[in-house]
Nanobody
Framework: QVQLVESGGGLVQAGGSLGLSCAAS????????MGWFRQAPGKEREFVAA????????DYADSVKGRFTISRRNDKNTMYLQMNTLKPEDTAVYYC???????????????WGQGTQVTVSS
């Protein structure tokens, strides 16, 4: 079992930047691949980015590629999402998640944080 807590959300103007963090506790953080997902009101939860255990592999949704960067520090049990050039359509609750099988489908991730709100104003 691993517990995840997101932080760093907030309100930003279009074109601005925000950084999210996901702190893990419980079972060893270093055995899981990690991902970021987001869910806007009235929409399904969607994949944003994922990073492998060894940090050697990352994956991004097309909608955020080139603007968002996922990273992790296994020694700090923390994952990050740096979001640049934010757009109003990035507005959503952002969730971090942990999995033993990296992928884009939410069902692959058994462990989830509570989410943090990101709002991008136009």
């Amino acid at each position: 079992q691993v517990q995840l807590v997101e932080s760093g959300g907030g309100l930003v103007q279009a074109g601005g930047s925000l950084g999210l963090s996901c702190a893990a506790s419980g079972r060893t953080f270093g055995i899981y691949a990690m991902g970021w997902f987001r869910q806007a009101p009235g929409k399904e939860r969607e994949f944003v980015a994922a990073i492998s255990l060894s940090v050697s592999r990352t994956d991004y949704a097309d909608s955020v590629k080139g603007r968002f960067t996922i990273s992790r520090r296994n020694d700090k049990n923390t994952m990050y999402l740096q979001m640049n050039t934010l757009k109003p359509e990035d507005t959503a609750v952002y969730y971090c998640a942990a999995t033993e099988v990296i992928g884009r489908k939410p069902l692959l991730y058994p462990y989830w944080g509570q989410g943090t709100q990101v709002t991008v104003s136009s």
